[in-house]
């Protein structure tokens, strides 16, 4: 009794940290800045009597007040999402945790607030139906959320001076601003599209006050539902034991999985990664700068050995798709040098390679799916295409 209080305890004060660390994220992204009380009291133990510099707008509490904005319907989305796994498993009565929530807010940088949320399952699931249940039920309910988050979004839109609020530099130029703060600006950073987001901004937002694509960040129901569109491709993605990885294995069983999981993982690392280094990269008359590109791309194959290792029974053919991988990228980027992945997926890349797993447990039941359940799998599939971004996030 004792250890579920504590527990408890744990989950609700990492809930409530949470709140918090979104919000204030929330309010930087809003108004472009941040909160310096960090920076102030570390200047403060230092004996340092530089302060911050007066052109940087110093967020308070009525700021923060604004960030609830963005923080409790993006918290929302996240809570809906693990309860439609909590409740499922629950029903088919496999053990589950409430949901941890895992704040992370940084001081001198922005950021979104948190990690997610996770909830643990705690006895065995045996069965590839309820695999395939628990699995699916979190993005359906989370995506739900999202579309009707986005749609309130793109059909609330302030006016479009609205941006001169968090911009006030931009109103001597009028609705014609973007001809003029964007032509030598650096840091902006642009929502990339997927299908869905895209629908949105064409066929539901009022032309008037849709706002630049790189002010999107500004508006935060947008911004928040565009992240949980993000949260959930990444979900979704077919590997492992992502929820994308469960519905998979529930559609076309182990044997199966055990071979277009790893394909994709592949297909995957190869995207993200793709561009970082180019067929003429090595065409220079620098030895130093020659070698020291050859250091990196030894690094980098061996970041993606690490990545594979565990993708097959063997760590040799670990390293073979390594080097494959890399080839097929020299050679794509020779045919192509103006193609690039989204090199943060790497990060991703290795999080699924390292820790999540690449291939799914096996389960004691096989028995195949009915069509129902069939149907519900092949919809989760589309909602990963119309919700993945190939650029999730570009910065110029």
């Known amino acids: 009794m004792q250890s579920n209080t504590r527990t408890y305890v744990i989950q609700a004060t990492l809930f409530i940290v949470t709140i918090i660390t979104t919000t204030m994220a929330g309010a930087e992204w809003m108004y472009g800045s941040f909160f310096t009380f960090v920076i102030d009291i570390v200047k403060f133990l230092a004996g340092s009597a530089d302060a911050i510099p007066s052109s940087v707008k110093r967020l308070g509490w009525a700021e923060f007040v604004q960030g609830f904005h963005f923080s409790l319907p993006f918290i929302a989305i996240l809570t809906i999402h693990e309860f439609g796994h909590y409740f499922m498993a629950r029903y088919h009565q496999v053990r589950v945790t409430l ?24 006895s065995q699931v045996h069965s590839r139906l309820k695999f395939f249940d628990i699995g699916i039920a979190g993005p359906l309910a989370g995506f739900i959320a999202a579309v009707a988050l986005l749609w309130y979004g793109f059909t609330h839109l302030p006016p479009a001076d609205y941006i001169f609020t968090i911009h006030p530099e931009y109103a001597r130029f009028g609705s ?7 032509e030598n600006a ?7 599209d997927n299908i869905l ?33 993000f949260f ?10 992502l929820d994308g990885g469960h519905i998979l294995y529930g559609l076309i069983g182990k044997k199966k999985f055990d071979i277009v999981a790893p394909a994709l993982f592949t297909i995957f690392a ?43 029974d063997n760590p040799s053919t670990g390293l073979m798709l ?68 190939p650029q999730p996030f570009t910065e110029v």
Request: proline share 6%.
């Open 232 to 241: 959930t491709s990444l979900n979704l993605i077919p590997i492992g034991q």
């Open 176 to 182: 014609s601003y973007p001809q003029f703060v964007y």
């Open 197 to 229: 987001f895209w629908f949105f901004k064409t066929y539901v937002a009022d032309p008037a006050r849709l706002p630049h694509a790189y002010e999107m960040t500004h508006y935060p129901y947008i911004f928040a539902g565009y992240l949980a569109l």
């Open 322 to 389: 390594s080097l494959i991988v890399v080839v097929c990228q020299f050679a794509v980027s020779y045919v192509h040098p103006d193609w690039e992945g989204a090199r943060g997926f790497l990060a991703f890349v290795f999080i699924l390679g390292r820790f999540l797993g690449i291939r799914h447990p096996e389960t004691e039941e096989n028995k195949p799916l009915d069509l129902p359940r069939i149907i519900l799998g092949i919809f989760a599939l589309i909602i990963f295409i119309i919700t993945f971004s």
């Open 99 to 122: 949901p941890y929530y895992i704040p992370l807010w940084f001081a001198v940088s922005q950021s979104i607030g948190t990690m997610g949320a996770f909830i643990r399952i705690k």
């Open 186 to 192: 650096r840091g902006n950073l642009a929502l990339g």
């Open 270 to 312: 190869f995207y993200a990664g793709l561009g970082i280094f180019r067929a003429d990269s090595f065409a220079i008359g620098n030895d130093a700068l020659f070698y020291e590109r050859l250091f990196y791309l030894a690094i980098y194959i061996y970041f993606l050995y690490i990545c594979f290792k565990r993708a097959t």
